[in-house]
């Protein structure tokens, strides 16, 4: 009898966990260059659209990955930054269902960035 019990605890603990999110993670604008990765159950997925220069190269990358959620809410968020040879603006849209960061999104238009960090 206490191996049944032991037995349906079991059972019941590892089906009632709740599965990891799933997010693309990967560098460029399409995601056929990217894969599906599990995250950990404290984050979101999120695609960051950046531009700006980095030691006097024009960049614009897009990256999709997971984020831990004390760093990004939910939603749609704009930033810039600028330290050293480095000015780069972002928009990052964070969501958090399974592939939920495989649409594009535009880069932020330059100079309407409502939080500005200067380092």
């Known amino acids: 009898?206490?191996?049944l019990i032991l037995s349906l605890t079991l059972i019941w603990t590892l089906?009632?966990?709740a599965e990891a999110l799933q997010?693309?993670?990967g560098?460029?604008?399409d995601t056929k260059r990217s894969s599906?990765?599990?995250?950990d159950s404290t984050e979101l997925c999120a695609t960051v659209a950046a531009r700006g220069t980095v030691s006097g190269y024009y960049q614009e990358p897009t990256f999709r990955s997971c984020v831990p959620?004390?760093?990004f809410k939910e939603g749609k968020h704009t930033f810039s930054l600028s330290f050293g040879y480095v000015t780069m603006a972002a928009s990052v849209h964070v969501c958090n269902t399974d592939?939920?960061?495989?649409?594009g999104i535009p880069?932020?238009?330059?100079?309407?960035?409502?939080a500005v960090f200067h380092l």
């Open 1 to 3: 009898m206490l191996k």
């Open 15 to 17: 089906s009632s966990t």
């Open 23 to 25: 997010c693309w993670q």
């Open 27 to 29: 560098e460029g604008y």
């Open 36 to 39: 599906l990765f599990p995250c």
């Open 69 to 71: 959620s004390f760093i």
């Open 99 to 103: 592939g939920c960061n495989s649409e």
């Open 107 to 114: 880069f932020p238009d330059e100079g309407k960035q409502p």
